[in-house]
């Protein structure tokens, strides 16, 4: 039994992660300021006697005796993050700078979520983890990117510098139950339209593409992650190679919730990558990686999920 700090434990990904923890019997700390994130999510995991939720900000430094710390605290819908986009960077920053700070002080192994934007709108196609990556530094989504490229390299840094043991995955575009329905990413967009018969929106043309990765499949992975030999920093990939465009996501959303919703195209927002894919050979090599759930079984247990909202 490990003692383990999940920060945005209360967020969609963290509290799946929380759940998985706790289930596995570890003694888990969830952080949160509930920017995006909710106690709802989390709910069901309070009054378990190995989980404990505390409301904090990662701007501020923030002490515990830990073994681990998933670092996840940062928003992660384009909504979201160009809401407050100066806080944004802070978080992804100093988030990681506290952490990591921790992470020195407790000896405590660091896994940092980044994240598939460090390609920025990628020239190289699918992104393996050797591209730099192709990022506006001073456009409307460059608060997360750069912050995230900047949070990656603080990991870096701590390790060499410090020894610190981490851990950097870059996680791509990642959907399922437990997402905000005014979350703002296309899935729960188009599923919320759906089923509430409105016009479902594509920005753009609907030709840009994402490869849609279910979250119990990433879970698998971190953790795996986590646990694999220290000398395995990544950057790893984690995602699920199929890719789709955006008005075939659309067209599966409205044929698996039998909408009639119709599509309507709206103007596309600066910066959108045109093309996202990953290539995970590195996660399949070194974590036996396999995201097995694919998009139309994924869609159904997250319109499943929508729908007891109801
Ligand atoms: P989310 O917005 O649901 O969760 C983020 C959580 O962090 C929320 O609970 C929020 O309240 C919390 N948070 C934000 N700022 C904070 C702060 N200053 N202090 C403490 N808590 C704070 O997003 P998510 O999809 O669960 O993403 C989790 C992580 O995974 C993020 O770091 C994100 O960048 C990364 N990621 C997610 C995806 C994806 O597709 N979901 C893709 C790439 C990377
Ligand atoms: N998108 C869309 N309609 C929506 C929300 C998003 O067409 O209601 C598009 C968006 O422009 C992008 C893609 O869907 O091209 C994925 O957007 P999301 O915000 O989910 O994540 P991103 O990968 O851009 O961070």
Same mark, same amino acid.
Request: contains cysteine.
């Given at each position: 039994?490990?003692?383990?700090? &999940? ?5 969609f +990904? ?6 998985? #923890? &706790? ?7 969830? /952080?949160?300021?509930? *920017? ?73 192994? /660091? ?12 020239? &190289?196609? %699918? ?7 192709? &990022?506006? %530094? ?35 575009n990642t959907y399922g139950p437990g997402m905000?329905?005014?979350d703002?990413r296309v899935v729960s967009? *188009?599923i ?7 016009? /479902?929106? +594509? ?7 994402r490869?849609f990765q279910y979250v119990?499949?990433l ?15 990544? %950057? ?10 955006? #008005? ?10 039998? =909408? ?30 396999? %995201?097995?759930?694919?998009l139309?079984?994924g869609l159904?247990h997250t319109?499943?999920?929508?729908? =007891?909202?109801?």
């Amino acid at each position: 039994m490990k003692r383990i700090l &999940v920060t945005g434990g209360a967020g969609f +990904i963290g509290s799946h992660l929380c759940a998985r #923890l &706790v289930n596995d019997g570890h003694d888990v700390i969830c /952080l949160d300021n509930y *920017f995006t994130g909710s106690k709802k999510n989390v709910w069901h995991l309070i009054g378990r006697p190995n989980f404990e939720l505390v409301r904090h900000n990662v701007i501020n430094p923030y002490f515990a005796e830990v073994d681990e710390i998933y670092n996840l605290a940062c928003p992660a819908s384009p909504v979201h993050y160009q809401f407050d986009p100066i806080k944004t960077t802070k978080t992804s920053v100093m988030g990681a700078l506290n952490m990591l700070g921790l992470a020195k002080e407790t000896k405590a192994r /660091l896994l940092q979520a980044s994240t598939s934007e460090v390609y920025g709108d990628p020239i &190289v196609h %699918p992104q393996t983890e050797s591209y730099w990556g192709h &990022v506006n %530094p001073i456009g409307i989504r460059s608060c997360y990117d750069e912050g995230k490229r900047c949070a990656e390299s603080l990991c870096m840094d701590y390790h060499r510098q410090h020894g610190i043991e981490i851990k950097i995955i870059r996680i791509f575009n990642t959907y399922g139950p437990g997402m905000l329905p005014n979350d703002g990413r296309v899935v729960s967009n *188009f599923i919320v339209q759906a089923l509430q018969g409105n016009d /479902l929106t +594509i920005y753009g043309d609907g030709q840009q593409t994402r490869s849609f990765q279910y979250v119990d499949d990433l879970i698998e992975g971190m953790v795996r992650m986590m646990a694999s030999p220290a000398d395995f920093l990544g %950057p790893v990939n984690l995602g699920n190679p199929h890719e789709f465009t955006i #008005l075939e996501l659309a067209e599966k959303v409205i044929r698996l919730t039998g =909408s009639r919703s119709k599509i309507a195209f709206r103007e596309l927002p600066h910066d959108d990558p045109r093309q996202r894919q990953p290539d995970i050979t590195l996660a399949r090599e070194k974590l036996d990686y396999d %995201p097995s759930t694919q998009l139309e079984e994924g869609l159904k247990h997250t319109i499943e999920y929508f729908r =007891s909202l109801n």
